[in-house]
């Protein structure tokens, strides 16, 4: 385990579902990130959280829409998703932005 | 039509032999390098890092080196073994200018071959 858990590990939804993704680190880390790994691109800057404020989104469609409550803990909520939304979500966390990331196992997204 | 994969640049070493991965960086101004591994099925794991003011940094089995001038960064992994096999990416940010995020490249797949 890398100190960033995310779940669920897979999801199957359909195109008028919603639904969250789940991300905790256990680093005192204090900034966060959601990244989206497809197969067309490379990795994808989504959001990013510092102290708990969204301080990047990388025009990101409104039907994704991110929350971070605490320092610890980031959702990604997910509603009328499109199939080319399917791909891996990463999350990470870093000590300010000064270090490296470290980044969760992922959540594998299918959208049917 | 059908979604077409992404096709990464791929390196495939024989057991016991040295690896060179390659990265063109894109940003001049970039202070701060890092390498990640990525296994299937997992997220991306943290290998090495290295500063500007140096141009090369030696970890367990791996080295990185950097050629600021031609923005070049190179990952050598030395006596390769099968569970090298992965995504390899580098990533650069300014350490000292505020809060940038990491740029990542897009990632060469080394595949070792037993």
């Known amino acids: 385990e890398t100190g960033v858990t995310q779940t669920p590990r897979h999801l199957v939804m359909g195109m008028t579902n919603k639904k969250s993704l789940k991300c905790e680190q256990h680093?005192?880390?204090?900034?966060m990130y959601w990244y989206k790994q497809s197969a067309k691109k490379p990795l994808e800057l989504m959001f990013v959280?510092?102290?708990?404020?969204?301080?990047e989104n990388n025009s990101v469609p409104s039907r994704f829409s991110p929350e971070c409550p605490n320092s610890s803990h980031l959702f990604l909520h997910l509603h009328t998703l499109q199939p080319e939304d399917s791909a891996l979500y990463l999350c990470?966390?870093?000590?300010?932005?000064?270090?490296?990331?470290?980044f969760g196992s992922g959540t594998r997204l299918t959208v049917v | 039509g059908e979604s077409v994969g992404l096709h990464l640049p791929t390196l495939s070493v024989q057991e016991g032999d040295n690896s060179i991965i390659n990265c063109a960086y894109s940003?001049?101004?970039?202070?701060?390098f890092i390498w990640y591994k990525q296994e299937s099925g997992k997220g991306p794991q943290f290998i090495i890092d290295?500063?500007?003011?140096?141009d090369k940094r030696q970890g367990q089995r791996v080295t990185v080196l950097l050629n600021k001038t031609v923005k070049h960064l190179s990952l050598q992994i030395a006596a390769t073994q099968p569970g090298d096999s992965a995504v390899y990416f580098c990533?650069?940010?300014?350490?000292?200018?505020?809060?940038?995020?990491?740029?990542f490249g897009k990632g060469t797949r080394l595949s070792v071959i037993a």
């Open positions: 990470a966390s870093s000590q300010d932005f000064k270090y490296g990331y470290t």
């Open positions: 680093l005192g880390h204090n900034a």
């Open positions: 959280y510092s102290l708990e404020e969204r301080v």
């Open positions: 940003n001049s101004a970039s202070d701060y």
């Open positions: 290295i500063r500007s003011n140096m």
């Open positions: 990533a650069e940010t300014l350490r000292n200018s505020g809060n940038t995020p990491l740029v």
